[in-house]
């Protein structure tokens, strides 16, 4: 799936659009805000071994996008060899957008590779969120032999300036103090802008009154927060008021 948003008179407009297989793309129609809302559904119901997806975004400049799912992605069992997913996002100068998908939920036997590339020019803003939930604890699910791992690179200018991979094979290493501690949702936030080391503070008193537990970082013109949490509802809960207290505007279909 391709997109590309244009600034027309100072209004953000869709320029052109790609979709094909089962990645879709909706713009849902919005009255409380200029930002058009692009919804991503995934009409194969989820991914499993062998599966391909790749979303690519280019915002212009001065125009702003907000990406977001239908609902949680689902990792299934794979027969063999990972699910992939990657996301290539492009800011021209002035640019905004905002990485902000639903849940990844990691089945037990699942597999999935996740790499998520961003190009942007000094003075555009992007905000990126990836949670993810090892197994549903309604059902009664964990995940004893399922793989994930979760490649970031961002680049403003040409320059590499964050870098981050996850990788979690089965539990084995998320019981630590240093990993999960034995939790089973976690997610990780960064805010790139001009502005960002200012939202660190109000980021940390709202971490205070989470249900998850976190801890933020600002530097460089960015905020990163990482997040755990017992399950996926309060993992949920701690983005949205992460997201209030920072200035953070969450999608529409967050709350359907």
């Given at each position: 799936?391709?997109?590309?948003?244009?600034?027309?008179?100072?209004?953000?407009?869709?320029?052109?659009?790609?979709?094909?297989?089962?990645?879709?793309?909706?713009?849902?129609?919005?009255?409380?805000?200029?930002?058009?809302?692009?919804?991503?559904?995934?009409?194969?119901?989820?991914?499993?071994?062998?599966d391909?997806?790749?979303?690519e975004?280019?915002?212009?400049?001065?125009?702003?996008?907000?990406?977001?799912?239908?609902?949680?992605?689902?990792?299934?069992?794979?027969?063999?060899?990972?699910?992939?997913?990657?996301?290539?996002?492009?800011?021209?100068?002035?640019?905004?957008?905002?990485?902000?998908?639903?849940?990844?939920?990691?089945?037990?036997?699942?597999?999935?590779?996740?790499?998520?590339?961003?190009?942007?020019?000094?003075d555009?803003?992007?905000?990126?969120?990836?949670?993810?939930?090892?197994?549903?604890a309604?059902?009664?699910?964990?995940?004893?032999?399922?793989?994930?791992?979760?490649?970031?690179?961002?680049?403003?200018?040409?320059?590499?300036?964050?870098?981050?991979?996850?990788?979690?094979?089965?539990?084995?290493?998320?019981?630590?103090s240093?990993?999960?501690?034995?939790?089973?949702a976690?997610?990780?936030?960064?805010?790139?802008?001009?502005?960002?080391?200012?939202?660190?503070?109000?980021?940390?008193?709202?971490?205070?009154?989470?249900?998850?537990?976190?801890?933020?970082?600002?530097?460089?013109?960015?905020?990163?927060?990482?997040?755990?949490?017992?399950?996926?509802?309060?993992?949920?809960?701690?983005?949205?008021?992460?997201?209030?207290?920072?200035?953070?505007?969450?999608?529409?279909?967050?709350?359907?």
């Open positions: 799936m391709r997109v590309r948003i244009a600034n027309a008179a100072g209004r953000s407009r869709l320029d052109r659009c790609y979709q094909g297989g089962s990645l879709k793309v909706r713009f849902p129609r919005q009255s409380d805000t200029e930002v058009p809302e692009a919804v991503l559904l995934n009409t194969a119901g989820g991914i499993t071994g062998g391909r997806f790749r979303v975004a280019e915002i212009d400049a001065g125009a702003a996008l907000t990406l977001t799912s239908q609902a949680a992605e689902k990792i299934y069992r794979s027969p063999g060899g990972e699910g992939r997913f990657d996301v290539s996002l492009t800011l021209a100068a002035g640019a905004r957008l905002a990485w902000l998908p639903h849940e990844t939920i990691l089945f037990d036997g699942g597999r999935y590779e996740r790499r998520l590339d961003v190009v942007m020019e000094d555009a803003e992007a905000v990126l969120c990836e949670a993810v939930i090892l197994g549903r309604a059902h009664g699910e964990s995940v004893r032999d399922g793989l994930i791992t979760d490649r970031w690179r961002v680049r403003r200018r040409g320059k590499l300036v964050y870098a981050d991979n996850t990788t979690i094979h089965g539990n084995r290493g998320t019981d630590g240093a990993t999960l501690g034995g939790k089973r976690f997610a990780s936030l960064l805010v790139l802008a001009p502005n960002a080391e200012a939202r660190i503070e109000p980021a940390r008193a709202a971490l205070e009154n989470c249900p998850a537990t976190g801890g933020a970082s600002g530097w460089d013109g960015m905020l990163a927060v990482r997040l755990v949490a017992d399950d996926g509802m309060a993992l949920r809960q701690s983005i949205v008021r992460l997201c209030n207290a920072t200035a953070i505007r969450t999608p529409r279909a967050w709350s359907i």
